[in-house]
């Protein structure tokens, strides 16, 4: 199953389509989280929307459980099969200083959001670690260093 599953996504999906045992497979699935496991039946290395919208519709067709995959700094449970969509390469960072917002691709982790509101003079409401993504941050609340200040990161 799994390899039928990689090989109809291989040719719908840009990014690497990866089942255990090929190169990449254990860089795409590493975890900051090492108390944990992520070895999925296949993981895919997204670059762009078509990539997740192709991941989600393969899933769904073969009723395989999908996870997202940023950094793994929250990855608490363990995955053992299905398949694995890995953010890291949509790290696209737009910063409107006029707006005072930034937009971020999935993959975007705070160290680079901070590079960027820092050459207009901003920073975000973000976490105790440059390393921990922004999305899975916001999609938790984000109760960092600028709570008692700035609220919840996720407000
Ligand atoms: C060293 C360290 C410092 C931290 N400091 C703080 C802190 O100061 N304040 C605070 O509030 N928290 C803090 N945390 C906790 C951290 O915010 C959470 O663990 C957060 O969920 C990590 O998000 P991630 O995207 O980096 O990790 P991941 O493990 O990749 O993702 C976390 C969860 O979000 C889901 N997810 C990620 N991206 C998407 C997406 N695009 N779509 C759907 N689901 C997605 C994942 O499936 C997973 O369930 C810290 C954690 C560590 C390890």
Redesign the pocket.
Not at 68 to 73: D, I, K, R
Not at 139 to 145: D, K, R, S, T, W
């Given at each position: 199953m799994s390899r039928t599953l990689a090989d109809t996504l291989s040719a719908q999906v840009t990014g690497p389509v990866l089942v255990p045992g090929d190169d990449g497979y254990d860089d795409e699935v590493a975890a900051?989280n090492l108390a944990t496991t992520l070895r999925p039946d296949v993981a895919v290395g997204a670059t762009s929307t078509q990539d997740v919208v192709a991941a989600v519709r393969a899933a769904r067709a073969h009723g395989v459980p999908l996870?997202?995959?940023?950094?793994?700094?929250?990855?608490e449970h363990p995955v053992t099969s299905g398949l694995l969509v890995s953010?890291r390469r949509l790290d696209a960072v737009h910063v409107d200083p006029a707006a005072r917002t930034a937009t971020v691709g999935?993959g975007v982790r705070w160290a680079a959001v901070a590079a960027a509101a820092a050459e207009h003079g901003l920073a975000p409401v973000a976490?105790?670690?440059p390393t921990?993504?922004v999305?899975?941050?916001l999609?938790?609340?984000?109760?960092?260093?600028f709570a008692r200040s700035h609220g919840f990161s996720s407000d």
């Open positions: 900051f996870v997202v995959h940023a950094t793994g700094h929250g990855a953010t999935a976490g105790s670690s921990v993504g999305v899975g941050y999609l938790g609340g984000g109760v960092g260093p």
